[in-house]
Structures are given as C-alpha cells and as structure tokens.
C-alpha cells in the first residue's frame, strides 16, 4: 500500500505561480512511476504530467508543456509540479498517483494509488 498526501494548492491570480507537492509513504517510492492529474468540476479527471521511475522521463500534456514542470526527488520520497503562468482554466482538484511500474503512464487506469487531491483555483 502506498499513502499519497498532495499539497501546495491555493488560490492565485493569472500568471502566478504554485509548487505542488506529493508525499508517499508506506512503499519505495522509487519503485513507482507517478503522475499529477486534474479534475474540474463535471469534466473527467485528465493527466497533467508523468515521470517515470528512475530515468526522469517525462511526460506532459499538450495545454502544460512549457509552463508546468514535474519532478521527483527520490531520497525524500516526493514529487512536484511546478506550475508558471496559470490560467483560469487550469482551476481543478490536481491529483497526485503512483503506478508500479517503469514508464510514465498517461491514462487514469494505469495507476493504482491516488491521493485526496488539492484544489488549485486561478482567478482572471
């Protein structure tokens, strides 16, 4: 069982930026590919970014690339999504997720621990 706890969300105007942040416990966190996802309200929860295991590939979403950056840092068990530049509708719960596996997944049921999300709300 892995244990995720997001958190860095928070209210910020159009431009700004926030740092996210996913805490694991409970398993090696290296052993895990991770993904930050996000979900607005009546939409479907979409990837955002993934990175894989060891090798820091990466992968981002089309609406992301150039103003959001994932990392991880495997010695202190977490990962992040520097996120510059938001927009309005960049406003959703984001989700933090891990998958036992190698590569950078994209698709939701690829995962198969995910956090209680942080709401992240840009205002125009």
């Known amino acids: 069982q892995v244990q995720l706890v997001e958190s860095g969300g928070g209210l910020v105007q159009a431009g700004g930026s926030l740092r996210l942040s996913c805490a694991a416990s409970?398993?090696?966190?290296?052993?895990?590919?991770m993904g930050w996802f996000r979900q607005a309200p009546g939409k479907e929860r979409d990837i955002v970014a993934a990175i894989s295991r060891n090798d820091g590939s990466t992968y981002y979403a089309d609406s992301v690339k150039g103003r959001f950056t994932i990392s991880r840092d495997n010695a202190k068990n977490t990962m992040y999504l520097q996120m510059n530049s938001l927009k309005p509708e960049d406003t959703a719960v984001y989700y933090c997720?891990?998958?036992?596996?190698?590569?950078?997944?994209?698709?939701?049921?690829?995962?198969?621990?995910w956090g209680q999300g942080t709401q992240v709300t840009v205002s125009s």
């Open positions: 997720a891990a998958n036992y596996g190698i590569v950078a997944r994209t698709r939701t049921r690829d995962y198969d621990y």
């Open positions: 409970g398993r090696t966190f290296s052993n895990y590919a």
